[in-house]
């Protein structure tokens, strides 16, 4: 695996998302023998979700992207906000798990994986939506033996005391990184044309620090979590989750838009 290796991770995989973008991005993939992790909402209700009629064939699909090597990471249950928990994370300030008691969480996540095996697909992981999980998420995970969590910002993967694999994603998009392991999620239900093409080339100049999670298991599974990534991920947090944010916001308030100019 390159020093610095790079996963690509595609949220709100479901039946009826925007199929013409999606094919167009599996074509890349399979031209550069990309396994990505995918977010595959078991039981979509999300109407900002819909872009497409329901693929007939979408569980199908599903499987042979399995099959194909691709992670399938459970995306929550119905990719429904119901509160406004921000979780573990603090990336976002809205949740379908974090704040819910334990046993709706573990019995959400029952009902998601029963879907997954009514339609033959394994639970490769757990990708929250919205990034927004707790403890008691977790402990829901553990519990039903999902055991890769993609999420967090620290450069590199680890396990902790649960028995959790966990593979950070620190990227929005492809950005030239020190040594680690680097997820970019993507999302692509909304791209215009544009972002298409830009996908296509940056994915052709990162095709060979490419990485997939089976890889990644197999190179960090056991490495417990160091001081130095928790110092990381909070200097992350804060550098691109809060001070680049306000520093944007204060510049919008600043310098006068040019729309209507
Ligand atoms: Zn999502």
């Excluded at 890889?215 to 928790?230: C, E, I, S, Y």
């Amino acid at each position: 695996m390159a020093k610095n290796s790079y996963l690509l991770r595609f949220d709100d995989i479901c039946p009826t998302m925007n199929w013409a973008v999606w094919e167009a991005i599996e074509r890349e993939l399979l031209l550069h023998d990309v396994r990505p992790i995918l977010a595959v909402v078991p039981d979509n209700r999300d109407p900002g979700l819909m872009l497409d009629p329901p693929a007939a064939d979408f569980w199908e699909r599903v499987r042979r992207w399995q099959a194909l090597g691709f992670t399938i990471a459970v995306h929550g249950y119905q990719h429904l906000y119901t509160n406004r928990d921000k979780g573990l994370m603090k990336l976002t300030p809205h949740s379908e798990f974090a704040g819910l008691p334990y046993e709706t969480q573990l019995d959400m996540l029952r009902r998601a994986l029963a879907i997954f095996a009514e339609n033959g697909v394994r639970a490769d992981g757990f990708v929250a939506p919205s990034h927004s999980f707790d403890r008691n998420t977790l402990k829901a995970l553990a519990e039903l033996k999902i055991n890769v969590v993609s999420d967090g910002l620290w450069p590199w993967p680890h396990q902790d005391a649960n028995g959790l694999f966990w593979v950070p994603q620190q990227l929005w998009r492809f950005s030239p990184k020190p040594a680690g392991v680097w997820t970019v999620c993507l999302h692509h239900n909304k791209w215009p044309d544009k972002t298409l093409q830009l996908f296509r080339s940056e994915l052709a100049k990162y095709a060979s620090r490419m990485t997939d999670v089976a890889a990644v298991k197999a190179a960090f599974a056991g490495r417990p979590q160091t001081l130095g990534d928790r110092i990381s991920a909070f200097h992350n947090l804060m550098w691109y989750h809060r001070v680049l944010p306000a520093l944007g916001a204060l510049r919008r308030t600043l310098v006068p838009s040019r729309q209507g100019a």
